[in-house]
């Protein structure tokens, strides 16, 4: 079997879970997280290639030229990206790297790395992302129902993801993104050295 | 998530092991054999509708013709295939069919019901396989060695499967097989409902 790590995305709505998710799934060896490129100031206590790997915008927009970064985006005047040299050498290594992801940039990376699997992360219904947003007692009422607005948006985009999870419990989500790891890596498309395998030996 | 079961099938040389890992499968409640249609003559103690479904010539050549038979093929006179409706009913009530059968049977199935999903068990390695049919003891050398020679050609045809599972032992390449049952299920080409799920309610 191929031993090249797998690069996964994980988007959802906000409310899916999708951080708690990904922070399970780094507490094994076998995933190593995405570091983003940014041009916005460090914050007290951030380090340089553990947080993010800070970047001016000209190093920035080097970066977009020369085409190593897997995705990118500009959010208040400010850059962000996921270099693509950080992730292959992670897959190489053999570890599976994951990156949480809005929809626009998980397509970006679908774009530039078909080998990507995308999943979509949405709570059982409509109704628990409601009383998800409601229970974080963080945003007003109004917030909360744009953000279920939005989730509504999102889903239109899932045909363009590979796998939804349900993310009813975050231990059987958990095993499920598992599962989906195990089955990519016997995925025929990732074995092509097996036909060398059989015609190697004393055929 | 959808509730349908998931076609699944399994082809590999003599020696990896198919029949045994199948039956293993079918231990499982969730699983269910198909069971193949033929004019050959019922041997004693084989009933039909439980071993085969026993067919004259004609009743054979009519589901061809009808088009109600995933895949058909003819041995020394006698004709075999597997029954759609069968198949389909199995997969309504939420069962997952299992179908072992050589390569080009398993094509003809893609072709017709592309949710299929096609399994390529191999031995971990050519020498294995060797030892396989010669522990047999039941062919002769030269049987083997075309049987092997077989293995090298069925290879090639390996990229229009979906998985490759190395079968070293029985209860992992069990443990595989599941899995990719479980990640099809989340595969976003079966969920198409999800969208509605969230649309349904009360956005």
């Not at 906000?14 to 490129?37: C, P």
């Not at 095993?175 to 989906?180: A, G, M, Y």
């Amino acid at each position: 079997m191929d031993k090249a790590g797998i690069l996964m995305i994980i988007s959802g709505p906000s409310g899916s879970g999708k951080g708690t998710v990904v922070n399970e799934l780094l507490k094994d060896e076998q995933f190593a997280l995405s570091i983003s490129a940014t041009t916005r100031n460090p914050r007290p206590g951030e380090i340089d290639g553990k947080h993010y790997f800070f970047k001016t915008k000209d190093e920035f927009k080097n970066l977009i030229e020369e085409n190593m970064l897997l995705e990118w985006a500009c959010f208040c005047d400010n850059y962000y990206g996921t270099p693509l040299k950080y992730v292959t050498d992670r897959l190489e290594e053999g570890r599976n790297v994951v990156l949480e992801i809005e929809v626009q940039g998980a397509l970006q990376v679908k774009e530039k790395y078909p080998e990507a699997v995308l999943v979509f992360l949405i709570p059982p219904t409509l109704d628990e992302l409601r009383k998800r947003l409601t229970n974080r007692a963080t945003e007003t009422a109004e917030v909360i129902e744009k953000r279920i607005e939005r989730a509504g948006e999102e889903i239109e985009l899932i045909d363009r993801y590979d796998y939804v999870v349900i993310n009813e419990r975050i231990d059987e989500a958990k095993r499920d993104i598992l599962k989906i790891v195990c089955a990519e890596k016997m995925n025929v498309k990732r074995n092509e050295n097996i036909k060398k395998l059989f015609k190697g030996e004393s055929l």
